[in-house]
């Protein structure tokens, strides 16, 4: 059975830092492609940030410069490093392993940006 399982979110004033976290139990992560998305009330999913296997990344325009995805040295925890932040970044952040015809989608972690 696969387990999803995000953590780091909370609350944080606009122009601080925040750091995400994502790891699965019972696949091989380094071989899956991850997406970061977000919801925020009201809205759709929307697409963050994407690292593949190789380790390239993409972002949304919305966040590129500020926001950073990455692996750890042993490619089994996905981290989204996100700085500056604003109000319009308040979301539930999901992560979502994906590949070979499959999609597991953790639980989501709150991010609330406010003063």
């Known amino acids: 059975q696969v387990r999803v399982v995000e953590s780091g979110g909370g609350l944080v004033q606009p122009g601080g830092s925040l750091r995400l976290s994502c790891t699965a139990s019972?696949?091989?992560?380094?071989?899956?492609?991850v997406d970061w998305c977000r919801q925020a009330p009201g809205k759709q999913r929307e697409l963050v940030a994407t690292?593949?296997?190789?380790?390239?990344?993409n972002y949304t325009d919305s966040v590129k410069g500020r926001t950073t995805i990455s692996r750890d040295h042993r490619w089994d925890t996905i981290s989204l490093q996100m700085n500056s932040l604003k109000p319009d970044d308040t979301a539930v952040y999901y992560c979502?392993?994906?590949?070979?015809?499959?999609?597991?989608w953790g639980q989501g972690a709150q991010v609330t940006v406010s003063s």
């Open positions: 019972g696949i091989i992560v380094r071989i899956y492609t």
């Open positions: 979502n392993f994906r590949g070979y015809g499959t999609n597991y």
């Open positions: 690292i593949d296997s190789s380790g390239s990344t």
